[in-house]
């Protein structure tokens, strides 16, 4: 036999390299730096994991202004890049399996001796409310003082091992509490939005701060006939739009949607609707989608032409552009849409007691015709879903979420509301559109066996990782009645290179 030739590989630039990591996602990297020595130390280059991590913050339309990446370390930026893909390996495992955080922060409210002296205060008020971005980076706080209301935006850091600190303030003056409807991401790249309501007035300001450096952007005042009706209040993502939405005393449902850069506003009143109280609100640009639990139904109103706000006084009746039915046959159903969305997702999700049915709002108008609907509902795919966990009545406060190719519904674990727990159903994309008959969501439950009680705020942020938890149950190292958690539940990375 012949002697075997020596194979000859040819080499390849690190530039070459570095461009054909630059289309591979984080997880292959990893697999990629298991093959060889060489590529085990390619892999660990700063400029492969700068990219990788701008590649994730694309795909969820996260503004580089959240994640400094020019001044975090290799490992850091390692770290980010990988833990929308860590979590996902978590929650779609074994069905059923419990999680435990890997780490624990109770946020403690401080200020320095300086900023007491600033407000005129001895104490740190009381922490009340609070609400994370999508992403989990930063949260918003308010406090409550005798004669103001303080603002702080909490940098908690990419990781669990991370001092959680304030990063802004901002004192407004006000004389009952105000309550944080939303916190999100601006139509600026380096905006964050805070809105906020009245606890019963009978004006309802809806202010919006800036962040780092937070100060009033804007304010609108809606006449109530009576001073306790409580409004919801949507983002419509990638806007200046915002949509409040209130029913008054007849149950008549009002919509007002307002862009606050331009000041301007349209009024009206969905005609042929009943509220039934656990209705879903779907705010999109150019429509508003409602949906009805008890007759299966979604109306899409088109949103008419926005005016100076002095000019629009009252809200006009406008009848749906169009009414779609579910395809089920049953009055035991909700839906469920994007809560923490920062890009506008075309899905939303109907629930009955045996199926998943997601729905996508595509677009329908593009000649911008006055009695078509500008959004239209259709039915993309439906999966089994059996799980009591996902149909208990007391589950409707789900919300629907997305993370790199798979759909999460997070919600309250078994029937009890209060329960610290968090049950997590994923399901890809690729399931849904295929519609496997054997195809099911997996369900994953987020343990916290510190928080159990008094549960007031849960938000899921799997981009990190993260659950925060605000809670009306004192904690034992600190006296204020109300706390917030801040529960990793993935490990901190180790200063490698």
């Not at 390849?12 to 630059?22: R, S």
């Not at 109306?299 to 039915?325: F, G, H, M």
């Not at 049915?357 to 009695?371: I, R, V």
């Not at 609907?373 to 409707?396: A, H, M, Y």
Request: proline share 7%; charged share 20%; aromatic share 8%.
């Amino acid at each position: 036999m012949g002697r075997r030739k020596r194979t000859t590989f040819t080499t390849l630039g690190v530039d070459i390299f570095i461009l054909i990591c630059d289309n591979l996602q984080a997880v292959d990297l990893i697999s990629l730096r298991k093959t060889c020595k060489i590529t085990s130390q390619l892999t660990k280059l700063r400029t492969i994991w700068l990219n990788a991590i701008r590649s994730v913050m694309h795909r969820h339309s996260v503004p580089e202004a959240l994640f400094p990446i020019n001044t975090m370390p290799t490992s850091l930026l390692e770290h980010a890049a990988l833990a929308p893909h860590r979590m996902l390996s978590i929650l779609k495992g074994s069905h059923g399996v419990t999680v435990l955080p890997m780490a624990i922060r109770v946020l403690a409210p401080r200020l320095s001796n300086a900023e007491k002296e600033e407000y005129g205060v001895t104490d740190v008020g009381t922490l009340y409310d609070s609400c994370p971005e999508s992403t989990g980076r930063y949260l918003i706080s308010l406090s409550a003082y005798d004669a103001f209301i303080l603002f702080t935006v909490w940098d908690l850091g990419i990781c669990g091992n991370e001092t959680i600190e304030p990063v802004a303030r901002y004192r407004e003056m006000a004389p009952e509490k105000l309550f944080i409807e939303g916190f999100y991401h601006g139509p600026g790249p380096d905006t964050l939005l805070v809105v906020s309501r009245h606890e019963s007035s009978f004006l309802t300001p809806v202010s919006l701060s800036n962040q780092p450096k937070i100060s009033f952007v804007a304010k609108l005042e809606l006449p109530f006939a009576s001073p306790f009706i409580i409004p919801s209040i949507h983002q419509v993502p990638e806007t200046s739009k915002l949509v409040v939405r209130y029913d008054d005393d007849e149950e008549t449902t009002h919509l007002w949607v307002w862009d606050f850069q331009k000041d301007f506003v349209a009024g009206l009143i969905p005609a042929d609707y009943i509220s039934t109280g656990r209705d879903m609100t779907l705010c999109y640009h150019d429509s508003i989608l409602i949906t009805s639990r008890t007759e299966g139904r979604i109306r899409v109103y088109n949103i008419p032409p926005l005016l100076p706000r002095n000019v629009v006084l009252v809200p006009t009746e406008q009848k749906p552009a169009i009414i779609i039915s579910a395809p089920w046959q049953t009055t035991e159903s909700f839906f469920c849409g994007h809560e923490l969305a920062m890009k506008q997702s075309p899905y939303f999700l109907g629930i009955t007691p045996t199926q998943l049915s997601f729905f996508e709002a595509a677009a329908s108008n593009p000649s911008k015709d006055l009695k078509l609907p500008n959004k239209l509902p259709i039915v993309v795919g439906c999966i089994e879903g059996t799980d009591l966990d996902l149909w208990n009545q007391n589950r409707r406060i789900i919300s629907l979420q997305k993370c790199e190719d798979y759909l999460l519904l997070p919600g309250p674990s078994g029937i009890d509301l209060d329960s610290g727990d968090l049950v997590v159903f994923s399901i890809t994309t690729r399931d849904i559109f295929s519609g496997g008959a054997h195809a099911k969501p997996k369900k994953a439950i987020l343990s916290n066996f510190l928080a159990r009680k008094g549960m007031k705020v849960r938000k899921f942020c799997p981009l990190l990782g993260r659950l925060c938890i605000h809670t009306k149950q004192r904690h034992h190292h600190f006296r204020t009645d109300h706390c917030v958690y801040i529960l990793d539940y993935l490990g901190s990375p180790t200063p490698q290179y």
